[in-house]
């Protein structure tokens, strides 16, 4: 497609209208929003839900030093990041749903598997199999949103998304704990198996194939590799990618120690769920204010903002750390405050990354989120296997990829921070 048929194609695209634009999914905006996020969620669950099952997943399998335990979250990671190089020219040749269903199927099949599995590492193979499962699903229900939204919509629809997609860390840590109470740590894989089959059912019946037949991209090395040049020589696009994996760095760095931080550092026990559902669900207040005010404010506005405010909370909270030892409150204060501005940047940062993209945006999704997982996972497992008894690496880490992702947002701008580039930014 030339240029020309690209800007007019997509202005045309950021100004249907919604219910219209959600129509061509065959669900209804609601119901969209709901199956995106369902679908998202399953990432969080193959995370979430296993932590308060990490130590006794070690104790079963003969794992002798706790900071191996976050191999299993990081072996997922691994697997859904290089995956996702893969399925994203595939949806661009196949269609979306083809893919999103063998995804599906193979994560499903994956988390039976672990039930079954004698050793730590045969655990880690198939959580790293699951993950390339869940690169399918992450990769096409990115692609699915580009197909419909573009803009300040796809931010909204995006922090809508994410909204729902945060209630699952608020439960799922609790529904861990609970079978964890009633059953052995093998069940854990087998709702998380029955939760990826209830979500097959609405996307095999319901989504309509979003990708017309005459936007189908070659299934070529040729056509792959122009796809991948398309998309890191686009500044934009790569730079706001890159900020958003050093954030996500974070995060992971978060998730992996939450359980040593939370249950080993400040003795929550049984309430270590509940606390981190409390950090889940600020998150979800931030995306769902962020739906409410971009269309108004800009994606930018509101996302260089939060940015600043996430490097601001996480310095305050690596010189408190610095200082001495944190009480609890402190410590959820400073952690909520920097967490807080995560709900913001992430849909509005993903959505400016995909903006230019949309005529290749499976391949785009799998470039963006390969960079995003691998990335983050690596940050991640540094920051967690720096875990020494204290909060001072974690918010050390915070600290440092605030100031990494300002540095890549003032290269994507051009070094000016606030300014709509159109009415879409």
Do not use: C
């Not at 308060?52 to 072996?75: C, F, H, K, M």
């Not at 840590?173 to 979500?199: C, D, K, N, R, T």
């Not at 967490?339 to 499976?362: D, K, W």
């Amino acid at each position: 497609m030339p240029d020309a048929e690209r800007t007019v194609s997509g202005i045309h695209e950021m100004t249907k209208p919604i219910d219209q634009a959600a129509m061509l999914s065959g669900l209804s905006k609601s119901q969209f929003i709901a199956l995106m996020a369902m679908l998202m969620s399953i990432n969080a669950i193959s995370i979430d839900i296993m932590l308060p099952g990490l130590q006794e997943i070690g104790a079963s399998l003969g794992v002798t030093n706790e900071n191996d335990r976050q191999y299993i979250l990081s072996a997922y990671l691994f697997g859904m990041g290089f995956a996702q190089l893969f399925f994203g020219p595939l949806s661009d040749r196949l269609g979306r749903k083809a893919p999103l269903l063998g995804g599906l199927a193979l994560y499903a099949l994956s988390a039976i598997a672990i039930v079954f599995v004698p050793t730590f590492a045969a655990l880690l193979f198939f959580r790293f199999v699951q993950g390339v499962g869940a690169a399918a699903i992450r990769v096409v229900t990115v692609s699915v949103v580009r197909d419909i939204y573009g803009g300040r919509q796809m931010a909204e629809i995006m922090s809508l998304v994410m909204m729902v997609f945060m209630i699952v860390p608020v439960i799922a840590p609790s529904i861990g704990q609970l079978i964890m109470i009633f059953a052995e740590w093998h069940m854990i894989f087998v709702v998380i198996a029955f939760y990826a089959l209830a979500v097959t059912a609405p996307v095999a019946v319901r989504l309509r194939e979003t990708l017309a037949p005459e936007n189908r991209r070659p299934f070529t090395a040729s056509a792959i590799l122009d796809g991948f040049r398309i998309v890191v020589t686009n500044r934009i696009a790569l730079f706001y990618t890159l900020a958003t994996s050093v954030i996500f760095g974070a995060l992971f760095g978060f998730i992996n120690s939450a359980q040593q931080v939370l249950v080993g550092i400040y003795g929550l026990g049984v309430w270590f769920p509940v606390v981190f559902a409390a950090f889940a669900g600020l998150m979800a207040v931030a995306s769902f204010t962020n739906s409410r005010l971009v269309q108004r404010f800009g994606m930018r506005a509101l996302s260089h903002a939060a940015l600043l405010g996430f490097t601001l909370a996480s310095f305050v909270w690596m010189g408190a750390s610095l200082a001495g030892p944190l009480p609890l409150p402190i410590f959820v204060v400073l952690y909520a405050a920097a967490m807080f501005q995560f709900g913001v940047i992430f849909a509005n940062f993903n959505a400016m990354a995909m903006e230019p993209l949309g005529h290749v945006a499976g391949t785009a999704s799998s470039v963006l989120g390969f960079v995003q997982t691998i990335t983050g996972g690596v940050i991640g497992a540094f920051i967690g296997q720096a875990f020494d008894g204290t909060v001072t690496p974690l918010s050390v880490g915070f600290f440092t990829v605030g100031v990494l992702a300002l540095l890549f947002v003032l290269i994507a701008e051009g070094g000016r921070l606030f300014k709509p580039h159109n009415p879409a930014g």
